[in-house]
């Protein structure tokens, strides 16, 4: 069954059924290498119950026709990227393979406790460059960061200060 705004959903009515471990393959592998499959199972409620939502393509409005709110989230594969708001916007939240019983197991937001669109993170090859600015609209001192973890701003003299990025390349 097909709904507008998302992509290759699957969806089931109420229940408390929990889907079977790995029936899904995290891998395929293809001519080209292995390229990964993107998996998550989305439940109304808290604790795997209610109505759910199988998705393995981006959902830009989970609350449109597939469910009337997020309660708990299962990511078979991924990694996923969820926003507190519909159209991919708001705060994002990064969900790995596992389980989320409830919303504060992927939020630390104490503001905002809504999931409202999610779409696969595809990670983009080895090299990475970012551009990091002191202040918005990317103005002020810049900082660019290419294929290196930067555990400390203050000691690259950055400060405590990320107004805005530009990734260059890379996720």
Same mark, same amino acid.
């Given at each position: 069954? +097909?709904?507008?705004?998302?992509?290759?959903?699957?969806? /089931?009515? =109420?229940?408390?059924?929990?889907?079977?471990?790995?029936?899904?393959?995290?891998? /395929?592998?293809?001519?080209?290498?292995?390229? =990964?499959?993107?998996?998550?199972?989305?439940?109304?409620?808290?604790?795997?119950?209610?109505?759910?939502?199988?998705?393995?393509?981006?959902?830009?409005?989970?609350?449109?026709?597939? =469910?009337?709110k997020v309660g708990s989230i299962q990511v078979e594969s991924g990694p996923w990227l969820a926003f507190e708001r519909r159209?991919?916007?708001? /705060?994002?939240?990064?969900?790995?393979?596992?389980?989320?019983?409830?919303?504060?197991?992927?939020?630390? +937001?104490?503001?905002?406790? +809504?999931?409202?669109? =999610?779409?696969?993170?595809?990670?983009?090859?080895?090299?990475?460059?970012?551009?990091?600015?002191?202040?918005?609209?990317?103005?002020?001192?810049?900082?660019?960061?290419?294929?290196?973890?930067?555990?400390?701003l203050w000691a690259h003299g950055f400060q405590d200060r990320v107004a805005s990025i530009r990734a260059i390349n890379g996720?």
């Amino acid at each position: 069954m +097909s709904f507008q705004g998302c992509r290759s959903p699957k969806q /089931e009515g =109420l229940g408390s059924r929990k889907p079977k471990k790995g029936s899904w393959g995290a891998l /395929e592998t293809a001519l080209s290498g292995c390229l =990964l499959t993107f998996q998550v199972i989305v439940y109304e409620m808290e604790n795997f119950q209610g109505k759910r939502c199988e998705l393995s393509a981006e959902c830009p409005n989970l609350t449109e026709s597939l =469910l009337e709110k997020v309660g708990s989230i299962q990511v078979e594969s991924g990694p996923w990227l969820a926003f507190e708001r519909r159209a991919f916007h708001g /705060e994002q939240f990064v969900l790995e393979k596992g389980d989320y019983p409830r919303w504060d197991a992927w939020s630390n +937001s104490h503001h905002s406790d +809504s999931l409202l669109s =999610l779409r696969p993170l595809h990670i983009d090859g080895p090299d990475h460059k970012l551009h990091l600015f002191e202040n918005p609209a990317f103005s002020g001192r810049k900082m660019e960061i290419v294929d290196d973890d930067v555990p400390s701003l203050w000691a690259h003299g950055f400060q405590d200060r990320v107004a805005s990025i530009r990734a260059i390349n890379g996720t």
